[in-house]
């Protein structure tokens, strides 16, 4: 027999947010949604990166970077791994596969795989390679690397 886990509600999510050091921040809530905004640096010698995450429950968080301004720092070229390029909106997973639930804390899973996804674009800036692995839009699902 195979147990569902519980949906978590906006509020719980927002305590979680709230009480762990690693996203230390502000944000607001109202019913069954969310918005928590922090700045995090994927390593000690990183620039830092004000992140926003927009969450309503039972739908997938929306993750930005609102400062600095990725594009610029991109130089021209597009960026890899991201939803959409105008605003920027972090790919982190997979949608639709299990990868993230509405049962799995935000601060335990999107928040992390965040500053993982910064630690690789740092580095995709110097090498112009993505090595963060994950599909990209276009390719071929039998070369998928998942993260």
Known sequence: MR???PVISAAHQ???LRTNPVCTGSGTLRPGRLVWRF???PTPLSRRYRLRIEYRVGVTPRVFVEDPDLLALADGRRL????EQRP???C???PDTGEWTPAMRLD???VPWAVLWLFYFE????SDEWKGGGVHPGENNEDRVDV
């Open 3 to 5: 147990f569902r886990r």
């Open 14 to 16: 927002y305590l979680h």
């Open 39 to 41: 700045v995090t640096a």
């Open 80 to 83: 890899p791994h991201v939803y």
């Open 88 to 90: 920027p909106r972090l």
């Open 92 to 94: 982190l997973y997979l």
């Open 108 to 110: 335990q899973s999107i």
């Open 123 to 126: 580095e995709w800036l110097v």
